[in-house]
C-alpha cells in the first residue's frame, strides 16, 4: 500500500484540483467533505496524511485534527482563507506540520508534503538499504553485496527517485519531470529504456521494480 491522502475540504473544486495532483504523484487519495466525515475515515482508516480546510460547517477543521491526534499521530497541513498571525498559532500548537493560505499553488503543496513525509520517515539519510542493495547518495554510488554497480548519472537519479518512494505508484509523467525535468509529452519510451537498462544492472533486485499498467512504476518494498 502506498502513501494515503486524506484530503479534506467543503469545495469541490479545490477536492478534486488536489485530488489531481496527487494520484500524479502516486499517491492513494480519500476525501471528506466536513469535519465530521474528516474524523469518521481518519480513525477507520490507514492514513498517512491530513490536507485540512480549516473553515468548514458542522465541524472546523482544527476540532477535527484535535479529535483525530486523541487517538492517531498523523502529519497534517492546514488549508485557510484566513491568514491571521493567531489562526497560525493556534494550528501550530495543534500539532501542525504546516500551514498553506488559499489562494495555494498544488505543486508547491505537493512539495512541502514530500518534505513532511521525508522528515517523518528519516528520509534525509545518505544511504538507502533495500537488503544488501545500497544506494549512497554521498558517494553517488550503488552497490549489491559491497560490489560497485555501473550505473549511468540518469539510472543512478532513476534507482535513487524509485527507491525514495517505495511502495508508491509513480506515474510515467511524474518519474520523467522529477528525473528528467523535460515536458513528458516529448518522449516517455527513454523510461522504458532506462527502466530495461537498470533492470539488468540490478541483477537479482530487478524484480523490486515492477510495472503497473497504465500508470508507470512501483519500488516494492518488500519480496
Given amino acids: 500500500m502506498g502513501i494515503r491522502l486524506l484530503i479534506v475540504d467543503d469545495e469541490e473544486m479545490i477536492r478534486k484540483l488536489v485530488r489531481k495532483y496527487a494520484l500524479r504523484e502516486g499517491y492513494e487519495v480519500l476525501e471528506a467533505k466536513n469535519g465530521l466525515e474528516a474524523v469518521d475515515i481518519a ?71 514530500k518534505a513532511i513525509l521525508r522528515r517523518s520517515k528519516g528520509g534525509d539519510s545518505e544511504i538507502i538499504a533495500i537488503g544488501t542493495l545500497l544506494i549512497n547518495k554521498t558517494a553517488h554510488q550503488v552497490t549489491i553485496d559491497g560490489k560497485p554497480i555501473p550505473l549511468s548519472l540518469k539510472e543512478y537519479d532513476l534507482l535513487l ?61 518488500d519480496l
Fill in 43 to 113: 480513525l477507520k482508516e490507514d492514513i498517512d496524511f491530513i490536507i485540512m480546510d480549516v473553515m468548514m460547517p458542522m465541524m472546523d477543521g482544527f476540532i477535527a485534527y484535535q479529535k483525530i491526534s486523541q487517538t492517531k499521530d498523523i502529519p497534517v497541513i492546514f488549508l485557510t482563507a484566513l491568514n491571521e498571525e493567531y489562526n497560525r498559532i493556534y494550528g501550530f500548537d495543534l500539532g501542525a506540520d504546516d500551514y498553506v493560505a488559499k489562494p495555494f499553488s498544488v505543486n508547491e503543496l505537493m512539495r512541502r508534503i
Fill in 161 to 221: 527517485y524509485l527507491a525514495e518512494n517505495r511502495g508508491i505508484a509513480l506515474t510515467r509523467e511524474s518519474i520523467l519531470e522529477k528525473v528528467w525535468g523535460y515536458d513528458y509529452f516529448k518522449d516517455d519510451r527513454t523510461l522504458d529504456t532506462h527502466v530495461k537498462l537498470l533492470r539488468k544492472s540490478l541483477g537479482d533486485y530487478a524484480k523490486y521494480i515492477t510495472t503497473i499498467r497504465g500508470v508507470g512504476y512501483r519500488f516494492e518494498k
